[in-house]
């Protein structure tokens, strides 16, 4: 089964900035897209950034011009880093990898779809 697991975390005042980093493991043939979503106290769990095996990428326009999404295909990592960060960028930020390829056998492959990490804090106070 595949496990994500994000790092980076952390207080930063605002405007500062922040790296978060996610690593997916699990026998993994491939990635199609990766993402980075955030759930606020109170609110839904919505989506900051995505980006694609071939580099498409998506983001929210809250965040496009401070965040950036990048990934290492090779390595099943993507990252994002963040930067002039506001007091509402504070949630809970999830790791997502969604369409992935594993191999269950030699030659066999199967797919799972919409796994998640367990969440990092990034809160943005003075």
């Known amino acids: 089964q595949v496990q994500l697991v994000e790092s980076g975390g952390d207080l930063v005042q605002p405007g500062g900035s922040l790296s978060l980093s996610c690593a997916a493991s699990?026998?993994?043939?491939?990635?199609?897209?990766m993402g980075w979503f955030r759930q606020a106290p109170g609110k839904q769990r919505e989506l900051v950034a995505q980006?694609?095996?071939?580099?498409?990428?998506t983001y929210a326009d809250s965040v496009k011009g401070r965040f950036t999404i990048s990934r290492d295909n090779a390595k099943y990592t993507v990252h994002l880093q963040m930067s002039s960060l506001k007091p509402e960028d504070t949630a809970v930020y999830y790791c997502?990898?969604?369409?992935?390829?594993?191999?269950?056998?030699?030659?066999?492959?199967?797919?799972?779809?919409?796994?998640w990490g367990q969440g990092t804090q990034v809160t943005v106070s003075s």
């Open positions: 980006i694609t095996s071939d580099g498409r990428t």
């Open positions: 997502n990898a969604d369409e992935v390829a594993v191999t269950i056998a030699w030659g066999i492959r199967a797919y799972e779809y919409d796994r």
């Open positions: 699990g026998n993994i043939f491939s990635i199609k897209t």
